[in-house]
């Protein structure tokens, strides 16, 4: 970037910067954000197609989770990076619609690219575009119907439209019925559901159908010693995060022993220190120790003469779902344990799965967290079903905790580009120009769908539109079918906030990507030769 000052330029920039004005930035932008969705939009649906990634370790993961696939994918573009963004905050606010946001996203930048080939200023569109949306999560919030937390025929449809289309899809109902339990279970008296509360464990062997819900934890431990029992029933559970060992100085001792009895009696010490220990866990009553630290072999001894079924360096988050699941208190001091910390749970025990030991607690009274252990033929399957199972819990929580769902199918976009096409006509301005673009957007939903089952999109497009001039709001495209029908009574539902969350945020990103109408790229740092290599000292240097 340089002036001319009497014939001499001044250049302000360093040599190697690169830099996209006017015109040419903004179709940069459109370009990449339309790249990047048209590599998800064949995802999109029940009849999407799959992706096979394979990174530079040659690693393969085959999906249609939207983003997986960006996540997956190296991009380098900034205003593509942005893109990437709006799936990531979608997966991790619903669990669903990470592809139709990012297809909103892109198809509100292609409308655009048409207005400002008309010569209609950027922030005019991007203020066209905001009022579109504000309009847009009104009318959805009027065509929203209001679901009870306990109607688990409804959370299991709402959980079906999220798991259709993936690898899944063919277990749904075996899927979705557990879903709908583990939610219920974890689900706190407000409403919220935190998904960390359910314990997904994957264990390659058997079939999909083998996959288990149990109403307590699963951890992948074995007993601290072989000779403890395999099974107790109606276990008394301590949690414990302290250690059974003894405990070693702070600060660097040195002890002096002149004779050899003292040495032996330094041992013994050191052993009685521990049996005190563990004796205070044996006082207890517990049947069952899980410890977030260390058991020291004797302590281990004195345990198993006991009885008592201990497992060791428990991770405080699996310590913290297991007082959720017995009702348990988590300890952390060995002289804190009361007889009023234990929790219980119907059964405890070690079980083999595909040749590798597991303990289960189950039978749990009323758990507060619970466990699926996810079976399969292949590891590229159970990452599939574990991505599919993620959406589904992360969806049905979320209609658990606002308790709104929306018809699926296209039926909201198509209802929300008639209803804003109605609204353009009652603002004056170039801002009308906008909000009939981003009405034109919200088609690209179900043309998606119909392109990527086969059907024409412009006959699907205008036989939904016509339904829904007719009042039918909760028509949809039936993609088996190939025509529109009632989705609320085909069972095609969605959380209202899946979709609030996709126009909010495709409407962000498109906003922001068209106010840029400068892009200046600074030429990447080499190192000089023989000079501080990455994340390191010059050499010579630290070799002390």
Do not use: W
């Not at 297809?103 to 950027?122: C, G, M, N, T």
């Not at 497992?311 to 297991?322: G, M």
């Amino acid at each position: 970037m340089s002036q001319q000052l009497g014939g001499q330029p001044i250049i302000i920039l360093r040599q190697g910067t690169t830099r996209n004005r006017g015109e040419e930035a903004q179709n940069s932008n459109i370009a990449a954000a339309k790249a990047v969705a048209n590599a998800v939009r064949s995802t999109l649906g029940p009849k999407g197609m799959d992706k096979m990634l394979i990174d530079g370790m040659g690693d393969i993961v085959i999906t249609n989770d939207g983003a997986t696939i960006l996540k997956q994918m190296d991009i380098e573009h900034p205003a593509a990076k942005m893109m990437v963004e709006i799936a990531k905050t979608q997966d991790d606010e619903v669990g669903d619609g990470t592809t139709s946001a990012v297809v909103i996203a892109s198809e509100l930048l292609k409308q655009a690219e048409d207005l400002l080939h008309s010569r209609v200023h950027p922030t005019v569109i991007a203020e066209g575009y905001r009022q579109a949306a504000t309009k847009s999560l009104e009318i959805l919030e009027g065509i929203a119907i209001a679901v009870k937390p306990t109607d688990t025929a409804m959370l299991e449809k709402v959980a079906e439209t999220a798991i259709s289309g993936k690898g899944a899809e063919a277990y749904k109902k075996l899927l979705c019925a557990m879903v709908v339990k583990a939610v219920i279970s974890v689900a706190d008296p407000d409403g919220t559901v935190d998904i960390k509360h359910i314990n997904v464990q994957k264990k390659v062997g058997g079939a999909v159908e083998d996959t288990v819900l149990i109403e307590g934890m699963v951890l992948d431990k074995e007993r601290a010693n072989p000779g403890m029992p395999k099974t107790v029933k109606n276990a008394k559970i301590l949690l414990l995060n302290a250690a059974l060992e003894y405990k070693k100085t702070e600060v660097n001792a040195k002890i002096n022993l002149s004779r050899p009895d003292q040495v032996q009696a330094f041992l013994d010490e050191d052993e009685q220190m521990v049996h005190t220990l563990a004796e205070k866990v044996i006082a207890s009553g517990a049947t069952v120790l899980f410890c977030g630290k260390g058991i020291d072999d004797v302590a281990q001894h004195y345990l198993t003469k006991a009885g008592i079924f201990a497992v060791r360096r428990v991770k405080k988050s699996d310590l913290e779902n297991l007082s959720r699941a017995t009702g348990a208190a988590l300890v952390n001091s060995i002289d804190a344990i009361n007889s009023a910390d234990l929790g219980t749970a119907g059964l405890v025990e070690e079980k083999k799965f595909s040749g590798d030991e597991m303990i289960t607690v189950s039978k749990c009274k009323n758990p507060k967290a619970v466990s699926i252990i996810i079976r399969g033929g292949s590891d590229h399957i159970i990452d599939e079903i574990e991505r599919a199972l993620h959406d589904a819990l992360m969806v049905v929580g979320v209609v658990v905790k606002e308790k709104k769902i929306v018809a699926g199918g296209g039926a909201p976009e198509t209802e929300l580009s008639l209803q804003l096409r109605r609204y353009a006509s009652t603002i004056g301005g170039r801002n009308q120009l906008a909000v009939e673009a981003f009405a034109s957007a919200m088609e690209v939903i179900p043309r998606a769908l119909a392109e990527n089952a086969g059907l024409d999109p412009i006959d699907m497009l205008v036989a939904i539109r016509a339904a829904h001039e007719s009042g039918h709001r909760t028509f949809g495209l039936d993609v088996y079918a190939g025509k529109p029908v009632d989705m609320l009574k085909a069972g095609v539902v969605e959380p209202l906030k899946v979709k609030t969350q996709a126009i909010t945020s495709a409407t962000e990103a498109a906003v922001m990507i068209l106010r840029i109408d400068d892009v200046i790229a600074s030429s990447k740092a080499s190192v000089p030769q023989g000079g501080m290599p990455p994340g390191g000292m010059p050499p010579g240097m630290g070799d002390y």
